[in-house]
Each structure stands twice: as C-alpha cells, then as structure tokens.
C-alpha cells in the first residue's frame, strides 16, 4: 500500500469512528442528559422519550453503531485492498 493509499484509508476510518461517535454522543448526552426537556413530552414505551434514551435508547444505539461500524469498515477494507481473504 502506497503512502498517499495508506493516507486515504486512515482518512476514511477516521471519518467513519468520528461519524460513529458523534452519533452516540447524541443519543447518549444529547438526548438522555442536554435535550431531555425537550423530548420530555413525547411518550415511549409509558415513558418520556429523553428517560427512554438515558436508560434503553442509548445502549440500542450503540449496539447497532457496532455492526454498522463493522460492515462499513468491511467495505473500506475492500476498497483499499486490506481485506482478509
């Protein structure tokens, strides 16, 4: 792999975790902690949508953000050649 290659994968995941990791810090914090008052009024499962998100929602998220990660890090791999074959 060529260094200007190398460069552009490492940008590429980069890009990828900081995506990831914006998104679950907005479920997490942005919605369970910073924005509950706002989501207060909107019911889920019996519950406020901001309760839902500090205890349950957060978590789903997460675990989905896991596999996306993965099935797109899969694709970047084969994008650039560093797969496992």
């Known amino acids: ?4 290659s190398a460069s552009a994968y490492w940008a590429a995941n980069v890009r990828l975790i900081t995506i990831c990791l914006v998104i679950w810090a907005l ?11 706002l989501v207060s009024g909107i019911a889920v ?21 896991i596999f996306f990660y993965a099935a797109r890090m899969n694709k970047i791999d084969r994008e650039f050649g560093v797969d496992e074959q």
């Open 45 to 65: 499962g019996g519950t406020d949508l901001g309760f839902w998100f500090a205890q349950q929602g957060s978590i789903l998220i997460f675990l989905v953000l």
């Open 27 to 37: 479920a997490s914090f942005g919605f369970g902690i910073i924005l509950r008052p």
């Open 1 to 4: 792999m060529s260094d200007k």
